[in-house]
């Protein structure tokens, strides 16, 4: 395997880039392109056997494969892999390379050149339309709520970090969009600031994954090998290979180094920002402004010179005769070290001293030089071709020298801060930090110089000059917790409000793998009055469902918190399609609830197909939900049953909650399993409407039913091949139906007498001295009267008679009665069983009424007298069912009934009178 000639960071400097990654890099441009080196470096631990990729659903190399990089490099990174050399925030696309040939040439860019973008032009239409809406960023950035669900659903079961680094992608891709929008904007646009914010958003959260990448690769990995790792110190006869071992056996410092790769790689991604400026001091010559004054003064009377410069340029003079610089060039040096310490802050160790170079100043590049670890290849090398010895063997020399460089006030802050970075001097290093990043850098990249230098000087190969340097910086008892502890007192403002950040905070507990305090973060979050940022909610899910994969326990009660928040969101934003995947990861009880109250929303038929046909995709329980919503709709109303009045009305109004509760019925009947259930509810909700005489509503609730909705139960039923009866449940359920039935059918039926009794023809009457014409139309006129009384009479005996048949259904109900269960093996319901006897008590009497009404309005005197005698009979005992006041108000009607019987010379009972 080959290695650069830098430090490569376990997993972070992976080789075995997914596919995805090698193509999304290799359309990157990157500022300045590594310099790589082909030497492979030596194998100093024993061969381990290549784990299985099924403990993790991941294609896993083992770490051996990982851990042989030069470590020479270890004080100071160095090359990235493509994958974090993309640079998105680049004021143009430089792709540039800085051998001393073509330095010049790729520094006068145009300045267009930072728009000329092949990616850019193909979006300028789109963009050019998106800058029309109210918020183009966040319509835009829409389309990662499915994209992160479909990329989910590729790769969560098979490979979990290509999965994260997807997600990463995905974020790239969407930042580079929303920043060219932002570039296209007017300045001081509202919708500008919103779009800023959301790219802000989002490239923060980009970051975010690729850390979690990075270290649970490695925590991941550690786990696997930690059955089958070997305690193995082998001899070690450089720094070199102590620090290989060591990094390779401790998980700290190597989490340490991942987290310091990983902030180089967010300035990587923008190096861009400075490199206008380098053309300002790219010369040749150093101090060129300087020489060209020394020169004029061999010319010209030292009296008419202002102000004293250096009289030499070698580098020390400045300090050595403390003297300035011309100004010109003091300003160049400025903006060199503070550019220089850029490059250092990206992990750009080759590029920075190349720039030196460039820029004539060799001196500095030199001193850049002397941080590698020294390791001589040829010591045990035995007979063969000598090899070139790595880093410097008077390290630990150099590095006093840099410490004491920078304690030194005359130097610039950006030099000091330099030399710093590349001596561990941690208080040198902070005054230049001006960002969260850069302070988080800052320690640990010192906390793992010091655990190098520890290590080394613990293994024996430590010199007198460590002794040089300050005794707490090799003692200080370094902790990841200890870092953001101090990070969390610096008295920079910026900083402090940096730390309050939702996503550093979760940089922070990623780091220190402290998942509790993580979701306790989130738990304070959804608590919070003020809403979180919808894509912030994006990541939390899919953090949570990251986590889940690899079987880490979390808080649940958290975890199901956040999934609840994202899928109100979904719902919010209509993302239909995705609300039942995400509804499908919280525990079986919350998610039928959860997603029934999605469905209480939905109205339109071919919606309500299509959201249980995704439930069912994402494997939730489609019964229990569908039951769901319908007994929520169903008991929304608390209105007890009343007992009406008995007045023949024909109906109370529909509202509209009532009409809710009727199309609530689809439901049950896109599934034929769920026939019974659709039964069972429907029969309640037609209960409480019978019980308010609201009969048009529940006719409504009765056509929701499938007509072959008993015969299906029956079918479904003699498909499990079972032979014995109907659940007792069902069959009830079955019955009460037809109850129902009957019942309807007996009201639509007094309701069309009722209609047709109410508009007999009308005789017409002869006109006053009617002429003959005039009596003539009148005799035709009667004509016809008679003929359509006689056409009315007959519907009328019609209606009659069915109207008479259809209420005795309800009254003479078969095997029990009305309303009256003939299965007793069933699970009690009291509240079904109470408003059945209601209902007995409440309809029952009121089709009594309008029986009777029937027969007295086409005086059938004589079988409304026998009524009395069905509501009296012992086999129905209909009479337990009234009341007293309306038995008496029923045998008040009887009364009237015989009076007019007796009327017609005939006894109280409608006999003829014997004489």
């Known amino acids: 395997m080959e290695w650069s000639h830098s430090w490569l960071s376990p997993v972070v400097r992976d080789t075995e880039v997914t596919r995805a990654a090698r193509r999304k890099s290799s359309h990157k441009k990157v500022a300045f392109p590594l310099e790589q080196d082909g030497t492979p470096g030596p194998s100093t631990t024993p061969a381990r056997r290549q784990l299985p990729g099924s403990l993790i659903k991941q294609t896993y190399t083992p770490r051996i494969a990982l851990r042989n990089p030069d470590v020479s490099a270890i004080l100071g990174t160095g090359g990235r892999t493509p994958r974090l050399a993309n640079t998105p925030w680049t004021k143009g696309s430089l792709s540039m390379n800085l051998d001393d040939s073509e330095w010049t040439n790729s520094l006068y860019l145009s300045p267009l050149s930072g728009l000329v973008d092949t990616s850019f032009t193909d979006d300028v239409n789109k963009s050019a339309l998106m800058l029309t809406e109210e918020d183009p960023g966040e319509a835009d950035s829409v389309s990662l709520f499915p994209d992160f669900l479909q990329s989910y659903q590729r790769h969560a079961s098979s490979a979990i970090f290509d999965l994260l680094e997807e997600y990463e992608a995905l974020c790239q891709d969407k930042v580079s969009v929303l920043q060219k929008l932002v570039q296209r904007s007017a300045p001081g646009q509202q919708k500008s600031s919103k779009t800023f914010s959301i790219c802000w958003l989002l490239q923060q959260e980009l970051v975010t994954w690729r850390l979690i990448t990075s270290l649970y690769r490695d925590r991941i990995q550690t786990v696997m090998e930690e059955d089958i790792m070997m305690d193995i110190t082998m001899p070690s006869e450089s720094e070199k290979a102590v620090i290989e071992q060591f990094f390779q056996k401790d998980s700290v410092v190597r989490q340490s180094q991942l987290v310091v790769d990983w902030l180089e790689s967010i300035a990587k991604d923008e190096i861009g920002d400075f490199s206008d400026n380098i053309e300002y001091y790219a010369k040749s010559v150093y101090w060129e402004n300087t020489l060209h004054t020394l020169k004029l003064r061999r010319t010209q009377s030292s009296g008419n010179l202002s102000r004293p410069l250096v009289t030499e340029l070698d580098p020390d003079a400045p300090i050595r005769q403390k003297r300035p610089l011309a100004d010109l060039d003091r300003e160049d040096d400025s903006r060199l070290l503070k550019n220089l310490f850029n490059l250092i802050r990206a992990g750009m160790m080759d590029e920075a001293q190349r720039l030196c170079k460039r820029c004539g100043q060799s001196w500095r590049a030199a001193t850049l030089e002397g941080w590698k670890l020294y390791h001589d290849p040829n010591i045990n090398g035995g007979v063969g071709e000598l090899q070139p010895v790595?880093?410097?063997?008077?390290?630990?020399?150099?590095?006093?020298?840099?410490?004491?460089?920078?304690?030194?006030?005359?130097?610039?802050?950006?030099?000091?801060?330099?030399?710093?970075?590349?001596?561990?001097?941690?208080?040198?290093?902070?005054?230049?930090?001006?960002?969260?990043?850069?302070?988080?850098?800052?320690?640990?990249?010192?906390?793992?110089?010091?655990?190098?230098?520890?290590?080394?000087?613990?293994?024996?190969?430590?010199?007198?000059?460590?002794?040089?340097?300050?005794?707490?910086?090799?003692?200080?008892?370094?902790?990841?917790?200890?870092?953001?502890?101090?990070?969390?007192?610096?008295?920079?403002?910026?900083?402090?409000?940096?730390?309050?950040?939702?996503?550093?905070?979760?940089?922070?507990?990623?780091?220190?793998?402290?998942?509790?305090?993580?979701?306790?973060?989130?738990?304070?979050?959804?608590?919070?009055?003020?809403?979180?940022?919808?894509?912030?909610?994006?990541?939390?899910?899919?953090?949570?469902?990251?986590?889940?994969?690899?079987?880490?326990?979390?808080?649940?009660?958290?975890?199901?918190?956040?999934?609840?928040?994202?899928?109100?969101?979904?719902?919010?934003?209509?993302?239909?399609?995705?609300?039942?995947?995400?509804?499908?990861?919280?525990?079986?009880?919350?998610?039928?609830?959860?997603?029934?109250?999605?469905?209480?929303?939905?109205?339109?038929?071919?919606?309500?197909?299509?959201?249980?046909?995704?439930?069912?995709?994402?494997?939730?329980?489609?019964?229990?939900?569908?039951?769901?919503?319908?007994?929520?709709?169903?008991?929304?109303?608390?209105?007890?049953?009343?007992?009406?009045?008995?007045?023949?009305?024909?109906?109370?109004?529909?509202?509209?909650?009532?009409?809710?509760?009727?199309?609530?019925?689809?439901?049950?009947?896109?599934?034929?399993?769920?026939?019974?259930?659709?039964?069972?509810?429907?029969?309640?909700?037609?209960?409480?409407?019978?019980?308010?005489?609201?009969?048009?509503?529940?006719?409504?609730?009765?056509?929701?039913?499938?007509?072959?909705?008993?015969?299906?139960?029956?079918?479904?039923?003699?498909?499990?091949?079972?032979?014995?009866?109907?659940?007792?449940?069902?069959?009830?359920?079955?019955?009460?139906?037809?109850?129902?039935?009957?019942?309807?059918?007996?009201?639509?039926?007094?309701?069309?007498?009722?209609?047709?009794?109410?508009?007999?023809?009308?005789?017409?009457?002869?006109?006053?001295?009617?002429?003959?014409?005039?009596?003539?139309?009148?005799?035709?006129?009667?004509?016809?009267?008679?003929?359509?009384?006689?056409?009315?009479?007959?519907?009328?005996?019609?209606?009659?008679?069915?109207?008479?048949?259809?209420?005795?259904?309800?009254?003479?109900?078969v095997d029990g009665g009305w309303m009256v269960d003939v299965r007793m093996d069933a699970e009690e319901d009291s509240e079904r069983s109470h408003q059945m006897r209601l209902l007995r008590q409440l309809c029952l009497p009121f089709m009594s009424f309008l029986l009777l009404s029937v027969l007295q309005k086409t005086e059938r005197h004589q079988e409304s007298l026998r009524l009395a005698d069905i509501i009296a009979s012992d086999q129905h005992r209909l009479y337990e069912v009234f009341s007293k006041d309306e038995l008496q108000k029923f045998l008040q009607k009887m009364r009237e009934s015989s009076i007019l019987l007796l009327d017609k010379g005939l006894d109280p009972l409608g006999y003829e009178i014997q004489p």
Not at 540 to 568: N, P
Request: proline share 4%.
């Open 390 to 813: 790595e880093g410097n063997p008077q390290r630990i020399i150099w590095k006093v020298c840099l410490w004491r460089m920078t304690e030194e006030e005359h130097f610039n802050k950006y030099e000091r801060a330099i030399y710093a970075a590349l001596s561990g001097n941690l208080k040198q290093l902070l005054p230049v930090c001006e960002s969260w990043e850069d302070m988080v850098w800052a320690y640990f990249r010192v906390m793992v110089d010091a655990l190098v230098e520890r290590e080394i000087c613990s293994s024996g190969m430590g010199s007198e000059e460590l002794e040089e340097l300050p005794r707490d910086y090799i003692e200080t008892n370094w902790s990841l917790e200890k870092v953001f502890e101090d990070i969390q007192a610096t008295e920079s403002k910026r900083v402090l409000d940096a730390t309050k950040e939702h996503y550093h905070l979760i940089q922070k507990f990623v780091i220190l793998g402290d998942l509790d305090g993580l979701l306790q973060e989130f738990s304070d979050w959804l608590g919070s009055s003020t809403p979180l940022p919808g894509h912030l909610l994006r990541f939390m899910s899919h953090l949570v469902l990251f986590y889940r994969t690899l079987g880490i326990q979390l808080k649940e009660e958290v975890c199901v918190d956040v999934l609840k928040a994202y899928i109100l969101l979904l719902v919010k934003e209509k993302q239909v399609d995705l609300i039942a995947f995400y509804v499908s990861h919280l525990p079986v009880d919350t998610a039928v609830t959860q997603y029934a109250q999605y469905l209480e929303e939905i109205t339109e038929t071919e919606q309500r197909r299509h959201c249980l046909d995704l439930a069912t995709q994402a494997g939730l329980d489609v019964t229990a939900i569908t039951k769901t919503v319908v007994e929520a709709i169903r008991e929304r109303d608390t209105e007890e049953f009343a007992h009406h009045d008995l007045t023949p009305a024909l109906d109370m109004a529909t509202t509209v909650e009532d009409q809710r509760k009727i199309d609530v019925i689809e439901w049950l009947v896109f599934d034929p399993a769920q026939r019974a259930e659709a039964l069972k509810q429907s029969n309640a909700i037609m209960r409480k409407f019978l019980a308010s005489k609201k009969h048009n509503a529940a006719k409504m609730v009765f056509a929701k039913v499938p007509e072959d909705s008993m015969r299906q139960i029956y079918w479904q039923w003699e498909e499990q091949g079972l032979d014995t009866p109907l659940p007792a449940e069902d069959e009830n359920a079955i019955r009460e139906h037809l109850c129902i039935r009957a019942y309807l059918e007996a009201h639509e039926a007094f309701n069309e007498w009722f209609k047709h009794m109410s508009w007999p023809p009308v005789k017409p009457t002869a006109p006053a001295q009617a002429t003959f014409t005039e009596k003539v139309a009148h005799e035709m006129d009667e004509a016809g009267y008679k003929m359509e009384f006689e056409s009315w009479q007959g519907r009328l005996i019609a209606l009659t008679e069915d109207v008479k048949e259809r209420i005795y259904n309800v009254l003479l109900f």
